[in-house]
């Protein structure tokens, strides 16, 4: 087994095909050859060839064939690395927003005046009524808003509109934002603090 071991091995690291010949399995030169009449009177039947394996011995099982097949080795091509997703960028942290500390800052009535409709406002008392600013324009005669200063509050009685709510919601019905960006909006326009942390003491 060893010196099939060998074999196998030279036939690997040469890359050259096995050669019988190169180890011949003659008797040493020293042992009488049989003449040609004694080789004609005792012929020797030759042992039968065991060409299905190398290295099996009869009668003892073997786990593994090892075989004197050519090397079919392979240089595998260096792996190249993937190139490295570029890491997403991450969003800027978006500002603390206090809406009650919003609402406290900026009525319904400052609203509409920036608007141009605080002049269309008709009633006595907290309770007005005027035209809606999310679906009319200033120069409107029918005022389907209510508005009651003293609670900060509005109500559009037009089907279409319905708009209700305080001042962020009228703010956000406005400018068609959600409440958080129309807060947002609603601040840098008026130039109010967000939040407690930013009022100037």
């Known amino acids: 087994m060893r010196k099939l071991l060998h ?3 030279a036939v690997w690291k040469t890359n050259r095909p096995f050669d019988e010949q190169h180890f011949p399995w003659e008797p040493p030169s020293d042992t009488p050859m049989s003449t040609p009449a004694a080789a004609g009177a005792a012929t020797t039947p030759a042992a039968p060839i065991n060409d299905k394996a190398v290295g099996h011995k009869r009668d003892v099982p ?3 064939v090892v075989t004197t097949a050519a090397s079919s080795l392979e240089t595998m091509p260096t792996p190249v690395k993937a190139a490295a997703a570029p890491s997403a960028a991450k969003a800027p942290p978006r500002p603390a927003v206090d809406f009650a500390f919003l609402r406290e800052q900026v009525t319904v009535e400052q ?3 920036h608007l141009g409709f605080c002049d269309q406002l008709r009633g006595r008392g907290p309770q007005r009524r005027g035209v809606c600013p999310v679906h009319g324009q200033p120069s409107d005669r029918q005022r389907t808003l209510s508005v009651h200063l003293a609670k900060n509050v509005f109500h559009c009685f037009e089907a279409s509109c319905a708009a209700q709510g305080n ?8 400018r068609h934002l959600p409440l958080y960006e129309a807060a947002l909006d609603l601040a840098a326009t008026f130039h109010l603090p967000r939040n407690r942390e930013e009022a100037p003491v």
């Open 62 to 64: 073997a786990e593994k």
């Open 111 to 113: 609203v509409l005046r």
């Open 167 to 174: 001042v962020l919601d009228l703010w956000a019905a406005l």
């Open 7 to 9: 074999l196998v091995f």
